[in-house]
């Protein structure tokens, strides 16, 4: 994966109907994606995004 792109996968599961957890390298929101494409955000408890520090994302490079 180039270094420029703005998402990046910090996390799969799963062969068939697996899934991904995606980073944005800009906001560190998280979001999930299904084996048929849908997306969405992850959420913390209190319904607020889950965000990864830069040093998470950048341990995925």
Known sequence: MKNNDRFIKVYEQ???RGFEIWADRET???????EIGA?????QADGKPFI???EEIDSHV
């Open 14 to 16: 799963g062969i068939m």
């Open 28 to 34: 560190g929101v998280a979001y999930l994606k299904t």
């Open 39 to 43: 997306i969405t955000p992850l959420l």
């Open 52 to 54: 990864f520090s830069k």
